[in-house]
């Protein structure tokens, strides 16, 4: 029997996570090269939220960017970024 968890969206939700998933190891290792030709990990963090709103804006506009970007402080606080084990 078929659920709705079966159904084509959940292979296209699935599909776009993959996708996100291998996004971000680009990144992280675009990241890892920039740490090595030296340049400062913030620095190249700072960059990369500018590109990533910078792509977000012109996708999706700037009202949708700010009311993502202002549910951010809770998601950070929630630890949803946070990649160490917490005390």
């Known amino acids: ?9 959940h292979m296209e939700l699935s599909g776009a996570e993959d996708e996100r998933r291998a996004a971000l190891a680009y990144v992280t290792e675009a990241f890892a090269e920039a740490i090595l030709a030296g340049i400062e990990s913030e ?14 804006v012109e ?9 993502f970007a202002g ?3 809770d998601r950070i606080v929630a630890g949803e970024f946070t990649t160490a084990m917490k005390h």
């Open 1 to 9: 029997m078929m659920t709705p968890y079966d159904s084509q969206d």
């Open 43 to 56: 620095s190249f963090a700072h960059a990369a939220l500018f590109a990533a709103l910078q792509e977000l």
């Open 59 to 67: 996708t999706y506009g700037e009202e949708a960017v700010a009311a």
């Open 71 to 73: 549910r951010l402080p």
